[in-house]
């Protein structure tokens, strides 16, 4: 993790199909965050449009944009 690096927010839904198979689903919120400063046990972040989300608990995921390419 370096300065600059972008993250993408998800928020985590659990259910449980009708057969009581339980599920993990993200939703991709298109919030990001970019790392501004980092420590060595964790980083701060701060959102692109300076506008915080509401609703962020414990276990929702943050993603780093470029994962996937």
Do not use: C, T
Not at 8 to 20: C, R, S, T, V, W
Not at 46 to 68: A, E, K, S, T, Y
């Amino acid at each position: 993790m370096k300065i600059g690096d972008l993250f993408k927010l998800q928020y985590q839904y659990n259910y449980i199909d009708e057969q009581g198979v339980k599920y993990a689903n993200f939703s991709d919120e298109r919030v990001e965050f970019e790392v501004v400063k980092v420590y060595p046990d964790h980083s701060q972040l701060v959102p692109l449009n300076n506008d915080m989300p509401f609703g962020i608990q414990i276990r929702d995921v943050v993603q780093l944009d470029n994962f996937w390419n």
